[in-house]
């Protein structure tokens, strides 16, 4: 099984700066990576996909990029909205979801 | 628009079977898999299985053994059955589309999740 390890778990950051999320597969996936953003108490919500592919409707401060087994998020320009938990899934083989990013304001 | 919806009991016997129905609307089922993903403390995120547009299924090897996905597209209803229930099962289950993106298949939309406790 491909198991994804994300870091940090979590990061505090300060409205306008620039948030860089990590995600690490246990294998080559090669792009077959999503980005959600789950608020709490709600269901997780796609951002990105194909690892640089954003999701209509969403914002372009965010980002993705990465191919392989190492891949980024990154928020331009951190929004008070944005506070949430961020997960990555991989697609290549079955699904696997890391364990989370915990973004909070400082 | 598309709308997805988790109706399950709340609270499960342990050794009970749990049954959760997602309706959905906006699209049909005949033309997207159907996913099952549930959020533990335990485990985090966990995918359990899907069933496919052409109603055949596929589960994680994890729940294989006491996992049911099933449909009435008539309905536009998608059914999850899971025997055997453990306290370690507590959690939140999702419904979610995969729909394509590009040349990719994702999740790309989801339900708010059916809330359930296994207690005695």
């Known amino acids: 099984d491909i198991q994804m390890t994300q870091s940090p778990s979590l990061l505090s950051a300060s409205v306008g700066d620039r948030v860089t999320l990590n995600c690490k597969a246990s294998q080559n996936i090669y792009k077959n990576l999503a980005w959600y953003q789950q608020k709490l108490g709600e269901a997780p919500k796609l951002l990105i996909y194909n690892a640089n592919s954003l999701q209509t409707g969403i914002p372009s401060r965010f980002s993705g990029s990465g191919s392989g087994t190492d891949f980024t998020l990154t928020i331009s320009s951190l929004q008070p909205e944005d506070v949430a938990t961020y997960f990555c899934q991989q697609y290549y083989s079955g699904y696997t979801f890391g364990a989370g990013t915990k973004l909070e304001l400082k | ?120």
Do not use: H
């Open chain 2, 1 to 120: 628009q598309v709308q997805l919806k988790e109706t399950g009991p709340g609270l499960v016997q342990p050794t009970q079977t749990l049954s959760i129905t997602c309706t959905v609307s906006g699209f049909s089922l005949t033309s997207y898999y159907m996913q099952w993903v549930r959020q533990t403390p335990g485990k985090g995120l966990e995918w359990m299985g899907f069933i496919r547009s052409g109603g055949s299924t596929e589960y994680n090897s994890e729940f294989k053994s006491r996992l049911s996905i099933s449909r009435d597209t008539s309905k536009n209803q998608v059914f999850l059955k899971m025997n055997s229930l453990k306290t370690e099962d507590t959690g939140v289950y999702y419904c979610a589309r995969e729909g394509p993106l590009g040349a990719d298949y994702v999740m790309d939309a989801w339900g708010q999740g059916a809330s359930v406790t296994v207690s005695s």
